[in-house]
C-alpha cells in the first residue's frame, strides 16, 4: 500500500475508533453505571440503618426519613406507581397521580425494608452478573446472613434518557413491584380505584 494511501487508511481507522468509544461512553448506559448505583444504594441505606446516631426506637422516625430519601434518589417511584396501576393511570387526574406515587413510595419502602433492609445490619451483600439491555438492566446481588443462609436480591433498572433508576427489586424470585400490581388489580376489577387508596392507607397506617 503506498505511504500515502497508508497514512489515510489509519487516519480513518482511528476516527472510526474514536467515534465507537464516543458512542460507548455518551449516555447513562455503559456496563458498570447500574451496579454502582445499586451499590451507592445499598451502601447508603446501610450507613443510615447503622448510624450510632440514629439507633434506637426514639430515632425510628429520623431512620426512616434518611432511609426514604436515598430510595427516593434512586428509585423511580413515580414510573413504577404507574406501571403498577397498568391502564388505570390515564383515567387518574394530576392529582390523583401524585397523591397515588406518595403512597405507592411509602409502601414500597415498607415492604423493602420488611425483605430486604432489616437483614442488611447482619448480612454481607456480594453482586453477581449485571445484564444490560436496551435501557434496561438487572443487577444481581446475594445478601449472606449470620446463620449462612443467602437470600437472592436482584435489582432491575432504566435509563430512559436520563440516569440509571431502581425500578423494582425481586426478592427470592418474586418482583415486588409485579405483586402489587396484581394486588391493584385484583382489587380494581372487584371493586374501585379508591378501594385501593384505603387499602393502602389502612395498611401505611397500621404500620405506623
Known amino acids: 500500500m503506498p505511504r500515502g494511501a497508508a497514512l489515510v487508511y489509519v487516519s480513518t481507522v482511528r476516527s472510526t475508533l474514536c467515534t465507537a468509544l464516543l458512542v460507548l461512553t455518551a449516555g447513562p448506559a455503559f456496563a458498570g453505571e447500574p451496579q454502582q448505583r445499586v451499590r451507592q444504594t445499598v451502601d447508603a441505606v446501610s450507613a443510615a440503618l447503622n448510624d450510632p446516631q440514629l439507633q434506637g426506637s426514639s430515632n425510628e422516625r429520623a431512620r426512616r426519613e ?19 396501576l397498568g391502564s388505570h393511570w390515564a383515567s387518574l387526574t394530576p392529582e390523583q397521580r401524585d397523591r397515588f406515587v406518595g403512597l405507592f413510595a411509602q409502601l414500597f419502602e415498607r415492604s423493602y425494608d420488611r425483605l430486604v433492609l432489616r437483614f442488611l445490619g447482619g448480612s454481607a451483600t456480594t453482586y453477581g452478573a449485571e445484564s444490560v439491555d436496551a435501557g434496561r438492566a438487572i443487577v444481581k446481588t446475594v445478601l449472606l446472613r449470620k446463620g449462612g443462609d ?53 395498611k401505611l397506617a397500621e404500620e405506623q
Open 66 to 84: 434518611r432511609v426514604a430519601k436515598v430510595m427516593h434518589e434512586s428509585f423511580d417511584f413515580r414510573a413504577m406507581a404507574q406501571e403498577s
Open 150 to 202: 443467602e437470600l437472592p436480591v436482584d435489582y432491575r433498572l432504566t435509563a430512559d434518557g436520563g440516569p440509571w433508576k431502581i425500578s423494582d427489586v425481586v426478592v427470592d424470585g418474586v418482583s415486588l413491584a409485579g405483586n402489587f400490581r396484581a394486588q391493584f388489580t385484583k382489587t380494581i376489577r372487584a371493586s374501585s380505584y379508591d378501594a385501593v387508596v384505603q387499602r393502602i392507607e389502612t
